[in-house]
């Protein structure tokens, strides 16, 4: 009983730990003092404002940008890195590309950042791109980044699924790719969501890597926050990060309720064949119907 009890004391304690500062967060997002950490009553005036910080709203739309392309392009990359890593079991060199492919998992982004950095420079003095670096660079930079993790997430559902019914499509006459996106690709859409959902919000998250491959004008939002930071938390930065709070609660509640009304709906659609063939099983004559031994009863 006390064990059960300290578990859930520690459970509260780690969920007051992460939620408790988001809380505090939006709060003070709605104090009309101009200093953080003196309450001055409550006001919408820094939301209104942020209609006229041209340059801090530019960089949230400009992050929402990145992202939204690094999640295509990490899904895409990450999920055809799995499928060689888990369906081509034999090519010469699988253990080097398993090993490059995880490489940026446990890389530091200093050195990843750095090594971006020198390839985009020596390839504008060799083929004159990218001319000045941006969106694009960023871009590039964290879909390497981000599709690693796709790939161990996909990869990982690509190991769990039942072979016998891609090779039963197959052997009705479907063609490798249309199994792959009519029968793989559905199977395995919890994990491209998972992966995508994950690399936007590493995309959203990165100074480090965004820090050495970006130009002039292309600043991100972290690289925005983390320069005004170092002048003093202003309270349009708390405003916000409660807007970006505010759209991942929204979005992940969003995912949450059709992910259960699909499994709802796929659960319903099994018991409606079961009680189908069951009815149609009842139908047929006696002579037809399955015949069910008994088991014998031993001594």
């Not at 003070?28 to 939301?47: E, I, M, R």
């Not at 530091?108 to 083929?127: C, D, H, K, Y």
């Not at 029968?183 to 919890?190: F, K, L, Q």
Request: charged share 15%; proline share 4%.
């Amino acid at each position: 009983m006390n064990r059960f009890g300290f578990s859930r004391m520690m459970l509260v304690f780690g969920l007051l730990f992460i939620y408790l500062p988001m809380l505090i967060l939006v709060i003070y997002s709605f104090n009309a003092s101009k200093l953080v950490t003196v309450w001055g009553g409550w006001s919408v005036k820094w939301y209104v404002g942020l209609l006229d910080n041209t340059q801090l709203m530019g960089s949230v739309v400009r992050s929402l940008e990145i992202a939204c392309y690094t999640a295509v392009a990490a899904v895409a990359l990450g999920t055809l890195a799995a499928f060689v890593l888990t369906r081509v079991t034999r090519f010469k060199g699988r253990t080097l590309f398993g090993g490059l492919v995880t490489a940026p998992l446990v890389m530091p982004e200093v050195i990843t950042g750095l090594s971006l950095l020198l390839l985009f420079v020596a390839m504008a003095q060799m083929i004159g791109w990218p001319q000045e670096r941006g969106i694009v660079t960023i871009w590039i930079a964290h879909t390497t980044f981000c599709a690693a993790y796709v790939a161990v997430v996909v990869s990982a559902r690509l190991r769990e699924l039942d072979l016998s019914i891609e090779e039963a499509a197959m052997d009705l006459g479907a063609r490798p790719l249309k199994v792959f996106f009519l029968i793989t690709i559905p199977m395995i859409a919890p994990s491209l969501a998972a992966g995508g959902m994950m690399s936007f919000a590493l995309s959203l998250d990165d100074l480090v890597l965004a820090s050495f491959v970006s130009g002039p004008g292309s600043t991100t939002l972290p690289m925005e926050v983390f320069s005004a930071v170092r002048l003093g938390v202003k309270p349009e930065i708390n405003a916000v990060a409660s807007l970006i709070l505010l759209a991942v609660s929204i979005v992940t509640f969003m995912v949450w309720y059709f992910s259960r009304k699909a499994e709802a709906s796929r659960k319903r659609a099994i018991q409606e064949a079961m009680d189908q063939t069951a009815s149609e099983s009842w139908k047929q004559p006696a002579s037809q119907r399955p015949v069910t031994q008994p088991i014998a009863a031993t001594a």
